[in-house]
């Protein structure tokens, strides 16, 4: 058994961070009944003893299993912890490249809530913008890793259009 894992409120944050990695600290709170406050303390011990990693994501903190990802890997979940740009990125999976308008269609969102979050991921590193005529194409830079991690972690994200995703792409598979 990993160090820092003895006590039983450890065991739970180390087993529900396994099944879902990413999650920052009011999610895993809500979800395993703790308080902040003592979930703060022993997320702090577990990522002091080595057995968490925690990478910042703009005002949240989000937890993953210290040696269960590489840093591309955790950035790539955290973005796919967030509701728009796991929209985005589904939406791409399906149509490799999409312009503006056909985002904009397919996500739902305002004309400034797109254009924010798909230079937060092209500022990650996620994104590749490339113009076709007088448009922007929007396609994903490492298309593989992320729907390997999409569909290694789909029954953690409870989103139907990665089920529909999912469901498509073992179709195509088969």
């Known amino acids: ?50 057995v968490l990693k925690a990478e910042e994501d703009g005002h949240r903190k989000r937890y993953f299993i210290a040696r269960a990802f590489v840093e591309a890997q955790r950035r790539i979940l955290a973005v796919l ?8 990125l589904v939406e791409l999976l399906t149509y490799e490249g999409r312009t503006f308008a056909e985002l904009q269609a397919s996500v739902g969102v305002s004309k400034s809530t797109l254009s924010y979050h798909l230079q937060k991921l092209m500022h990650r590193d996620l994104l590749v913008r490339t113009k ?9 830079k490492d298309l593989e890793e992320v729907r390997k991690l999409l569909l290694a972690n789909q029954s953690s994200f409870h989103d139907d259009a990665v089920d529909r995703f999912a469901d498509l792409w073992t179709k195509l598979r088969t």
């Open 1 to 50: 058994m990993s160090e820092g894992l003895e006590l039983e409120s450890r065991r739970r944050i180390y087993d529900f961070l396994v099944a879902n990695p990413g999650t920052h600290l009011r999610r895993i709170g809500h979800a395993l009944g703790m308080s902040t406050g003592m979930l703060s303390y022993h997320l702090g011990y577990l990522e002091r003893n080595g």
């Open 81 to 88: 912890r967030q509701d728009v740009p796991r929209k985005i």
């Open 132 to 140: 076709r005529e007088r448009e922007s194409v929007f396609t994903i």
